[in-house]
């Protein structure tokens, strides 16, 4: 193991795979982009980690985030899946919610169609009451008829979401020990999504059922290119690092990964620069996701829609638009549209010269100049800035402006689009984002950053540095973590010390479990406690931390000064509390410095570059790594993988690590 110094973090995203290496010995880093192969994302990351002149025999440990699996979800590209529910509620996939889609909208369906279709749903006879009382046991004959119902549809993967089985999993249970040898993968809501919301626990069940043949061949077939045992993990949606074997179990947690690793990496630069607003902001080629993080701590969500369907899990709370360097431009009834449809990774824009038509917001930043004409992206695509105007130019003559106005008006549309994002997790959670800070990164992120700032009313702006790969490095300067959550449903003034200690006490077992059997020392666990507090009219709950033993007074007063801070308002009801969480962390011990890109520095120089109406401007062409002092705009600053436009207006300044802060100039 001699050889193996290097630890690794890569983000598979839509249009290209980051790759950023650390060496543990000399704390050299390397940072490399090659495009993204949707078809063969193992063989994407092993060409990466090519890229940066490494290969598995240089490894101690491998981290990637990836959107395959939500890919996966979104498109509906998935196996065959049965669901088995107690009989009488095996429609309730179908069933769902009363909610439209879109309550104006009569043109399109008012529900997705259910994840399983009612051919493959068995309702099972038994009963569970919500306390866990067995109301109709499970017979043997009972599981007999299920087992040869299955091996008549031959499916690859079973969901089983018996009525309350977060209260007493021991039917569900007994159906995994029986199925596991009848169908290839079983999925138990138990383990899944332990919650009430039959829809929403049975919803996520199937998620993962039906992801789950995906996720277990692309991990086999990492871990046989890369076989490193724990030192292989992967990020998961909740902001930290997860070993392969409890991945393999549980595949949703890998939905929304890539962008949960530069939230993460986010939370950790907010509480480094001691920044207690912070808005993230990632571009990328296919889309842009933003996430609030307060004193250092990224906010969480329970619920997300993907493909119209809820899948319930803690994770990031991250909102994501279909506005990425790679989003179409089109004409709609109201004018320019950019998104949600992408280019991708193939053709990608016209720009990358690999026979994409249509325009994209990438166009247009080339059209303006902002883009170096001689750049090889990823070391293997040349910009072909007359293949942009030529794509952009029909939109141009339809809506009678010039090219360069046209360009102008899609970037300005574009950061238009990415405001109501801010606004999404500012001004709907109670916060005034003019207080925050804009942490921009991804490809696309610092090229638009000041334009948000702009339009949002921002007053700071960061580029870390590694920006372009600055989510691989979320998934390499990550903790390692597991969490769980259970319903409780615990009034305080009726609170049981006794059940409360001994619920908490199973969780911290169950988060504890996947990283021992890492090789992580007990005693490098910490252990965080959240309590999900409503008042007993409510239906919806808030995120109160809490440390153990538990003081119920100190958890309502601060129950009660959050619920005031979210919705201006605090009463004196009843308090419950809905369920717990658990979160069980070693926390990394990677350490970053500035990094080392690895290509001859950017030639200083300038070009013509369009800002606004007023026409092209010579702007300075300026290379990041040798800024040592504040720079005014106009400039482009460019290192070998990002770029950053600072419009006349705007200054930066560097620090000692490369990162870059973006203010005002002062008249």
């Known amino acids: 193991m001699a050889g193996r110094l290097w630890d690794v973090g890569t983000d598979i995203g839509g249009t290209f795979t980051d790759i950023i290496a650390v060496s543990g010995d000399t704390g050299e880093t390397r940072i490399a982009k090659v495009p993204s192969r949707p078809d063969a994302p193992v063989r994407a990351m092993l060409e990466a980690l090519a890229s940066v002149g490494l290969g598995e025999g240089d490894l101690r440990r491998f981290v990637h985030g990836t959107t395959r699996i939500t890919n996966a979800l979104v498109e509906e590209r998935l196996p065959r899946v049965a669901l088995v529910a107690t009989a009488g509620f095996e429609d309730v996939l179908e069933i769902a919610r009363y909610r439209r889609q879109e309550l104006y909208r009569l043109d399109i369906p008012p529900k997705a169609p259910p994840l399983v279709p009612a051919a493959l749903c068995f309702g099972l006879r038994e009963r569970v009451d919500h306390a866990g009382a067995v109301l ?3 017979e043997d004959g009972e599981i007999d008829r299920l087992v040869a119902w299955l091996r ?29 040898g009848v169908v290839p993968h079983v999925c138990v809501s138990h383990e899944i999504n332990p919650e009430a919301r039959e829809y929403e626990r049975a919803s996520s069940t199937a998620f993962n059922a039906a992801a789950m043949p ?13 076989p490193l045992g724990a030192g292989l993990q992967v990020f998961h949606s909740a902001g930290a690092m997860v070993p392969v074997p409890a991945v393999k179990r549980r595949p949703i947690v890998m939905a929304m990964s890539g962008p949960a690793a530069g939230v993460a990496a986010s939370a950790r630069m ?8 912070v808005l993230t902001f990632d571009m990328g080629g296919t889309t842009t996701d933003v996430c609030l993080i307060v004193d250092g701590a990224a906010e969480m969500a329970d619920t997300r829609m993907v493909g119209g369907r809820p899948l319930r899990q803690p994770m990031l709370a991250v909102h994501s638009i279909g506005a990425g360097g790679g989003s179409i431009v089109d004409i709609g009834p109201g004018g320019l549209t950019v998104g949600p449809k992408s280019a991708g990774a193939v053709p990608g824009p016209a720009c990358y010269g690999r026979g994409g038509g249509r325009a994209t917001i990438t166009d247009a930043n080339a059209i303006l100049g902002y883009l170096d004409p001689e750049a090889r992206l990823g070391d293997a695509i040349e910009l072909d800035i007359e293949a942009a105007r030529q794509a952009i130019q029909p939109i141009a003559d339809r809506l009678g402006l010039a090219l360069d106005a046209t360009a102008l008006g899609i970037v300005k549309v574009a950061n238009a689009t990415m405001a109501r994002a801010l606004r999404r997790v500012t001004v709907e959670r109670g916060i005034d984002g003019r207080d925050c800070t804009l942490l921009a990164f991804g490809g696309g992120g610092p090229m638009h950053a000041t334009g948000l700032a702009d339009l949002y009313g921002l007053a700071e702006i960061i580029v870390p540095a590694a920006s372009s790969a600055f989510s691989a490095l979320g998934c390499l300067t990550a903790d390692l973590s597991f969490l769980q959550q259970r319903t409780l449903r615990m009034a305080v003034k009726g609170f049981a010390a006794e059940i409360f200690d001994a619920r908490i006490g199973e969780l911290v077992d169950e988060a504890r479990e996947p990283l021992l059997a890492s090789g992580v020392a007990a005693a490098d666990i910490a252990i965080e406690h959240v309590a999900l507090m409503r008042y007993a009219a409510q239906s919806d709950s808030i995120a109160i931390g809490f440390d153990m033993p538990m003081d119920t007074a100190d958890l309502v007063t601060r129950f009660h000064a959050r619920h005031h801070e979210l919705f201006g308002y605090a009463t004196g009801e009843d308090c419950v509390i809905e369920a717990v969480r658990v979160r069980a962390t070693r ?27 007023s026409g092209p401007v010579s702007t300075a062409i300026l290379a990041r790594e040798t800024l040592a002092a504040p720079v005014h705009g106009p400039a482009i600053i460019e290192d070998a993988w990002s770029t950053v436009v600072l419009p006349p207006g705007w200054q930066a300044r560097p620090d000692s690590l490369g990162n870059l802060f973006l203010t005002r100039s002062k008249p």
Request: charged fraction near 30%; proline fraction near 9%.
């Open 136 to 138: 109709t046991p499970l």
């Open 270 to 277: 907010a509480r480094q620069l001691n920044r207690p607003r």
């Open 152 to 180: 008549q549809n031959d499916v690859q993967s079973v969901a089983i979401c018996l009525l309350h089985s977060y209260a007493n999993p021991d039917h569900e249970k007994r159906l995994a020990e029986r199925l596991a």
């Open 214 to 226: 995906i996720a277990v061949e692309y991990l086999t077939e990492l871990e046989e290119k890369l």
């Open 587 to 613: 926390t990394s011990e990677t350490d970053f410095s500035r990094p080392d890109v690895g290509r001859p520095p950017v030639r200083e120089r300038s070009r013509p570059c369009i800002f606004d109406g």
